[in-house]
């Protein structure tokens, strides 16, 4: 068979190739016989088969990688493979000195479990991460034994290193709950609340050897992950969330003496409540009442030793709906937070969807096509004051606009062409793009001896106009933040006036509201505000591990000797507390998924920006992986997806086929610090300050006259939520930013989360990154992690087929091998009308292998594949069958059924379904060569 001939069909299997691998190729009839490169019984006969292990037990893959007890009894030859445990011989980037006692905060069995977790005697904080970022599951909550287990391994610790725990939990109390280990016991044993779970009744999570264990009521410890490490000495805190702690437990541990459980009733001091008549309203609910909005007051002393802290106001809301339902009767509870929420419901179907809504709200005003907006409404949701029962000043809801049919569940027409067949996914696919846009094209390697693509053929993207629904939407979600704002800043204003205090906190849920923030900043006056990276429920562990170290002068009963208690932190806590991969750990990840990848190693660090800005500057996208992952719900620079902002065309492209998300989402600049007044309105503030937003806490306004220069990361209406960086503070991210800006002139780079698969949060693992990276099918150009620069390996066809580079010499064919263990499972669609006896059988078969790179064990890690020749050719890829024999295997089969010249079209058919069908399993990682 002449080169010509190959080369034919190479290019005819290559016109199927696209951006997330070979689709729509056609089915080719009559192969369903076994054949000799395959054992028949791996596809039919049974529901599901699995093909055995090729790879060896030493490249096993673990999607909860920081398993402290990793062991395969029946595997002699199985190696302990926690990424980020250093081998015996040597200790890990983390560890401490085998005398280092630690305190350590836990929010547990609610959502957001983290821990934190600091030196005793110095109150270093040595170590935190939040569960999520473990299990790969957003929010995830329960048990903490995963948590201590990974944080003992980093700090090279044991249990008996645990000196005190503070725990939190809003739901219910934890310290009577875990004391009972029968129960306890019992409930693993059925499998149920807790028990459900696999690490409930262990050590790690009980910790009941541990001497001192004491419990912090909610808002308690949102304000301590505030105060403690503020940059001033003394200020208000206001805490505000959806719900926090209930009255009764408050009140049951006080009338109990429980001396190991503190909360706002623990203090002398009396401050202001909303209902005034609590005490006597909460013996007739029906329910109890939840902490809704509180403020505290507090000092610290002048040695550096103490932290006085107390409450001045606390308004609870009463849980109107049993607690029992969904998310405890949560959405129907009253604090602002909550109906803020309540919003988040409505629109999207995801109570901790806030974020969403905020950026939603700022498309009121907008106009499509020039008469395409969403309507105003014009009923408030919330109003009146948060701090006041005077009849005139209640604060009231009106619920009309979040009740009845939610839009998350309305069907809308416009999603639907003449036909009633669907056309758009999403209800919420809308931008601002006024023009007809050329598709961003992925970058085609052209290398010899690759796959060619044309560069010059490029798609165009359609301009996305809202749904009705989208419209109704905005206009939801511009209502709730307009309502939330007028009633925020009233509610802090006044406190600022009563307190008399200059300076403020803000903690809870609340405070990731950054265009509030904002606004907080900007207009109260006051001289400094401190907002933490983790306002939300990922901060109660800071907050409690600040408790466990410096507790309360306020307090009338001390459980921690003053003498013993170390230094007050003196400048706010770095945000990068997670692992620390080492460079050995980021080799093992590469290697994992070696045959997909390019790699170049680049130790220079200047060398490495500049390749990374110009990556940039061209319109790539760049992940970067690099030191200790961040706390709290922000990528700062450490995980990070990072763009060019003045390419407005990213904006859609990065939602859509790099997020795969909705496509009205903003993005946020990193800029440098000393250049960031030149481009966006932050007022008063940065002459106090200059680094403002370190933490990607506040939104401000881009300039008028830069907004046409930095488009992809200025929202509809102007604004958007930045992150100064400081050279002290992050040394490489600044440096560059401060690469790209000698290129470009333009002083920043967008920033968004690194994590490409939807319901996922940011990457944990080296591991974790060449996964997302991967599975953003080439959208993300650029890998970088520690000092390797990644990129994806396109599927080498001619080596394949035993081709030289030269397109004249040939080699020796490589065959396809699969990359671990395989799992088909087979079913059949019945399609028709069985009383006419048209019925037809539609097979669809899909495979799970957990060793391939690309897996996921969150519940989408089936695979469906093409038909059944892609699993047939799939199952026979064991590293000894060639691309012809292959051929040979399906030609034999048909040989003698066809007519010499259908045969002929059959073979060249048959060579391009083949071809395809291994480039998208390559793909996909599912095979290599």
Partial sequence: MSLSYWMALLLLASQNVGDAGVMGALFVPGLHQPHAFQSSDKLRGQESSTIPPIRSAQSRLYSTPYEASFSDDDDENFIRNNPFEAPLSQKGPLAVSEDTKLVIGLNKYSHDTTLCAADAATGEVLFAVSKERLTRKKHDGGNAASLVETCLDCLDLDLSSVERVVVNNHHHRVLPMERDQDHIEWESGQGINGGAEPGYEDEENLLNSVPSKLELSHHLAHAYSAAAQCPFDRGLIVVMDGMGETYRTMLNAKMNNDEDYTSDLSFESSFQCIPSDLAERSRYSNFDWREGESVYTFQKEADGKGLSLKPIFKRFVEEKTPPTLYNHGFENMESAGAVYSRASSHIFGDWNACGKVMGLAPWMGHVWKGQITAPMLEDKIMTGTLYSEEEDKLFEINRRAISGTPHVARNDPDMFNDEGEMVRKRKYDFDDNEEEEEDMPVAAR?????????????????????????????????????????????????????????????????????????????????????????????????????????????????????????????????????????????????????????????????????????????????????????????????????????????????????????????????????????????????????????????????????????????????????????????????????????????????????????????????????????????????????????????????????????????????????????????????????????????????????????????????????????????????????????????????????PDEEYSEFSNGLLQNIINRLVRLYEQSFISW
């Fill in 446 to 898: 052209v290398d010899d001896g690759l796959m060619d693509l044309d560069d010059d053929v490029v798609t165009k993207k359609k301009k996305q106009l809202p749904t009705s629904v989208a419209l109704d939407a905005i206009s939801l979600a511009y209502r709730i933040q307009i309502d939330l704002e007028e009633v925020v800043m009233d509610f802090v204003r006044h406190f600022k006036e009563t307190s008399g205090e200059s300076n403020m906190c803000l903690a809870g849920g609340v405070g990731l509201n950054s265009v509030l923030n904002g606004r907080l900043h900007r207009e109260l006056g006051f001289e400094k505000v401190f907002i933490p990276p983790y306002p939300g429920d990922d901060g109660i562990a800071v907050g409690c591990c600040a408790f466990g170290l410096f507790e309360n002068k306020e307090l009338p009963k001390k459980r921690i000797s003053s003498s013993s208690s170390p230094n007050l932190w003196k400048e706010p806590l770095s945000p990068y507390l997670g692992p620390m991969p080492t460079d050995m750990d980021i080799k093992a990840a590469i290697e994992e998924a070696e045959p997909w990848l390019e790699v170049e190693t680049v130790r220079d660090n200047q060398r490495r920006f500049d390749m990374m800005a110009r990556e940039l500057e061209s319109g790539g996208v760049v992940a970067w992986y690099h030191g200790r992952s961040e706390l709290g719900p922000r990528a700062l620079g450490h995980r990070s997806i990072l763009a060019d902002p003045r390419k407005k065309g990213l904006v859609r492209f990065i939602n859509e086929d790099v997020k795969r998300r909705e496509s009205f989402r903003p993005f946020a600049p990193s800029v440098l610090v000393e250049e960031a007044s030149d481009w966006f309105e932050l007022g008063d503030i940065a002459l106090r300050d200059p680094n403002v937003s370190p933490y990607m806490t506040l939104t401000a306004q881009v300039k008028d006259s830069k907004r046409s220069e930095i488009p992809a990361v200025t929202h509809v209406d102007g604004s958007s939520r930045l992150q100064t960086v400081k050279k002290e503070a992050e040394p490489l991210y600044h440096q560059l930013i401060s690469t790209f800006f000698k290129l470009t002139g333009v002083p920043m780079v967008l920033n968004t989360s690194f994590n490409t698969l939807p319901s996922e949060p940011i990457v944990e693992t080296p591991s974790n990154a060449i996964r997302s990276f991967m599975c953003s099918m080439g959208s993300i150009e650029m890998l970088v992690m520690g000092d390797y620069i990644i990129k994806r390996k396109q599927a080498n066809i001619r080596r394949l087929l035993g081709e030289g580079d030269d397109n004249k010499v040939l080699t020796k064919p490589i065959n396809p091998r699969i990359a671990g263990p395989v799992t088909f499972e087979s079913s059949l669609t019945l399609q028709g009308n069985i009383n006419k006896d048209t019925v037809s059988a539609m097979p669809t078969t899909r495979i799970r292998m957990p060793a391939r790179p690309m897996h996921s064990d969150k519940g989408n890690d089936w695979f469906e594949l093409l038909d059944e020749l892609e699993a047939e050719i799939l199952s026979a890829c064991d590293g000894t069958v060639s691309v012809q024999d292959l051929m040979n295997g399906f030609l034999e089969s048909n040989e003698g059924d066809l």
